[in-house]
């Protein structure tokens, strides 16, 4: 069996891989050379993200790794939506070794960091289960290393358990993988293959199962209720870099990996019976997560735990327009995840460059008063930050995004799952304001010492505010990447 294959469609993937490599070999070559793996690294992952622009461009179907016709199947996509995603794990990725800092980050940081992205680019254009299920976790697996580098008995605890979820999850999805290929006897996630098992009423049982236990897989990398219990202790106990990573590029790759599980439901959306038991087990998913996150986002007073509450409420968010399951679906969740990921990282970044490198001192939210007085760079865009995960003006592409996240439940039909959205939105105001109004208040004389070293972070931070700013001039920009 032969394939037809594009290297230019594979290039988003194959590049970060070759810098991985190239950073090894010039390791080995010159160890001294400290400043060398940082800058490959950060060469490959930018070199990735400009492979995947043609695909925001494209009009046409980009497919590569297909087998001849006429029974062939393609294994690789680069569609606008997937190469939106591909960029923004390729930037978010970017960001985050920026965040280590060009002299902290060592070899295995690096290495790491580029196995991770690689993961995540592949996981969301691959079409196969084989690939699909690998790459989604090398863009786990990675994280749960650099959470274990830090020589603290907190991050090996956070280690310990973000690997005891990640199993569990891997059972799961190489169960449901399992289960798909029996019901519908091909390897590949699409639905021509769907339609024909659909009409078999065993098939069809099967199918939903097997698709329920990979959303049950996928819900433990969104950080979904009940699957997100990892997700607080995970997020406070390691490094902040590693922790931004989870709450950004991570997320992306398991959005990606979740759109493509669903794609194949657009064959069978119309039929008698319908996908149902899908529908039910996202909106569960979906209600779970907006509430038991933002209720329990209320009551933080450390902020760290209340960005890791806050990243369970946004999975619901990001799960509500898919509870559709429409093409629009997906697409308003790439838009919202990626959203999302842009804020997370500079909230993230904009407490970095408040604490420094000994960031779990002092992240209660009463340090933060009267910070937009004592560093207006970091309070400004942290309060941007706070304000587009509100939904709020000046942060518009966040109540943008939150308007496109409801628009296809609401044309599915689905109004009850829409007025909890609704709900919730305006219990995540409060959320958000309670921290925002602790920036204008009195300097406390106990507010942590500005570091010395955090031009990283606060080019971070301030790239990413400038983005959202943008976005909320013109939000088509982004709207416009993914249809």
């Given at each position: 069996?032969?394939?037809?294959?594009?290297?230019?469609?594979?290039?988003?993937?194959?590049?970060?891989?070759?810098?991985?490599?190239?950073?090894?070999?010039?390791?080995?070559?010159?160890?001294?050379?400290?400043?060398?793996?940082?800058v490959i690294g950060g060469l490959g992952l930018l070199g990735g993200a400009v492979a995947a622009i043609p695909g925001l461009l494209a009009t046409e179907p980009r497919l590569t790794l297909c087998t001849p016709a006429p029974d062939g199947r393609?294994?690789?996509?680069?569609?606008p939506l997937t190469s939106t995603l591909q960029i923004a794990a390729l930037l978010a990725t970017l960001a985050v070794l920026a965040l280590v800092s060009v002299r902290r980050a060592g070899v295995i940081d690096v290495v790491m960091l580029l196995a991770s992205a690689s993961g995540a680019v592949a996981v969301v254009a691959s079409r196969d289960l084989g690939t699909w299920l690998i790459t989604l976790e090398l863009?786990?697996?990675?994280?749960?290393?650099?959470?274990?580098?830090?020589?603290?008995?907190?991050?090996?605890?956070?280690?310990?358990?973000?690997?005891?979820?990640?199993?569990?999850?891997?059972?799961?999805?190489?169960?449901?993988?399992?289960?798909?290929?029996?019901?519908?006897?091909?390897?590949?996630?699409?639905g021509d293959s769907l339609a024909t098992a659909w009409a078999v009423p065993e098939q069809r049982l099967l199918a939903g199962l097997a698709t329920v236990v990979l959303?049950?897989?996928?819900?433990?990398?969104?950080?979904?209720?009940?699957?997100?219990?990892?997700?607080?202790?995970?997020?406070?106990?390691?490094?902040?870099?590693?922790?931004?990573?989870?709450?950004?590029a991570s997320k992306l790759?398991?959005?990606?990996?979740?759109?493509?599980?669903?794609?194949?439901?657009?064959?069978?959306?119309?039929?008698?019976?319908?996908?149902?038991?899908?529908?039910?087990?996202?909106?569960?998913?979906?209600?779970?997560?907006?509430?038991?996150?933002?209720?329990?986002?209320?009551?933080?007073?450390e902020v760290?735990?209340?960005?890791?509450?806050?990243?369970?409420?946004?999975?619901?968010?990001?799960?509500?327009?898919?509870?559709?399951?429409?093409?629009?679906?997906?697409?308003?969740?790439?838009i919202y995840a990626v959203v999302y990921a842009v804020a997370s990282l500079v909230a993230f970044a904009a407490v970095r460059a408040i604490h420094g490198p000994h960031v779990e001192d002092g992240r209660e939210l009463t340090a933060y008063k009267?910070?937009?007085?004592?560093?207006?760079?970091?309070?400004?865009?942290?309060?941007?930050?706070?304000?587009?995960?509100?939904?709020?003006?000046?942060?518009?592409?966040?109540?943008?995004?939150?308007?496109?996240?409801?628009?296809?439940?609401?044309?599915?039909?689905?109004?009850p799952v829409a007025v909890v959205a609704v709900v919730a939105a305006v219990l995540g105001i409060a959320v958000?304001?309670?921290?925002?109004?602790?920036?204008?208040?009195?300097?406390?004389?106990?507010a942590p010492a500005r570091p010395r070293s955090r031009r990283a972070s606060v080019g971070v931070a301030a790239i990413g505010a400038a983005l959202l700013i943008v976005t909320s001039v013109l939000p088509q920009l982004l709207v416009g990447l993914v249809s």
């Open positions: 069996m032969t394939l037809e294959m594009s290297w230019a469609l594979l290039l988003p993937a194959l590049i970060p891989v070759a810098a991985m490599v190239l950073v090894l070999v010039v390791d080995a070559i010159t160890p001294r050379a400290r400043l060398a793996a940082p393609c294994m690789w996509d680069g569609s863009a786990t697996l990675p994280v749960i290393a650099l959470v274990a580098w830090r020589d603290r008995r907190a991050a090996a605890h956070g280690a310990l358990t973000l690997l005891t979820t990640s199993l569990v999850s891997f059972g799961l999805l190489v169960l449901g993988t399992a289960l798909w290929v029996t019901a519908t006897g091909d390897p590949t996630l699409t959303l049950a897989g996928l819900a433990f990398k969104l950080s979904a209720v009940p699957f997100h219990a990892w997700t607080p202790t995970t997020l406070t106990s390691g490094p902040l870099p590693v922790s931004a990573l989870l709450a950004s790759a398991a959005v990606g990996a979740l759109i493509v599980v669903l794609a194949p439901y657009d064959a069978v959306v119309g039929l008698t019976p319908g996908p149902h038991v899908i529908v039910a087990a996202l909106v569960i998913l979906t209600v779970a997560s907006m509430l038991i996150g933002t209720v329990m986002a209320l009551r933080q007073t760290v735990r209340l960005l890791a509450w806050s990243t369970v409420a946004q999975a619901g968010w990001i799960l509500l327009p898919l509870t559709a399951l429409t093409v629009a679906g997906r697409q308003a969740a790439a009267g910070l937009l007085r004592r560093d207006p760079v970091a309070g400004g865009t942290l309060a941007l930050a706070l304000l587009v995960l509100a939904g709020l003006p000046p942060g518009v592409i966040g109540l943008v995004a939150k308007i496109v996240a409801i628009r296809p439940v609401v044309s599915a039909g689905l109004w958000y304001l309670r921290w925002f109004a602790v920036l204008f208040g009195e300097s406390d004389s106990d």
